[in-house]
């Protein structure tokens, strides 16, 4: 979720994400970035930015607020989202969120790194990831020590 096309931060979030896009498609994940704009305002933003030029992954127009309200980043007073970050599971369960003050602009690798962390522990019952865990580093299996790199 990002408040609005258009603007200064936005572009360089979602541009970082469709950079490393086929990162997260490699893992089985789809990408949506939700705004309070129009499908029209969204394919001027396209055809205008060379930075949005290079989104291959769904952009979904919310312009009632519908969506920005479910997830709880709707600004009701200025009728735009913050910005917000959900894993979601196959099974719609909710794994991580990150909501930020419009101000502020995510990072696309620790989006990246929080999804495989959640795929990792989806797929390894009784182990969980420590702070920073990366692919290929050490996990832990809670009451005991550290588990060797899997």
């Known amino acids: 979720f990002y408040p609005l096309d258009f603007t200064f931060v936005c572009p360089t979030e979602l541009e970082e994400l469709a950079d490393i896009c086929p990162e997260f498609q490699n893992i089985d994940t789809e990408i949506i970035s939700v705004s309070t704009d129009t499908v029209h305002v969204h394919k001027a933003w396209h055809d205008h930015s060379p930075s949005i030029k290079k989104i291959k992954y769904p952009m979904a127009a919310d312009p009632t607020g519908k969506l920005c309200r479910a997830f709880g980043t709707y600004i009701e007073a200025e009728g735009l989202s913050l910005r917000g970050t959900f894993i979601i599971d196959p099974e719609g369960k909710v794994k991580s969120i990150e909501i930020h003050d419009n101000s502020i602009g995510r990072c696309a690798k620790e989006a990246l790194r929080k999804l495989q962390a959640a795929k990792f522990v989806a797929e390894n019952p009784g182990q969980v990831c ?21």
């Open 130 to 150: 420590p702070a920073s865990w990366e692919p290929g580093k050490k996990t832990l299996k809670p009451g005991l020590d550290l588990v060797g790199k899997i």
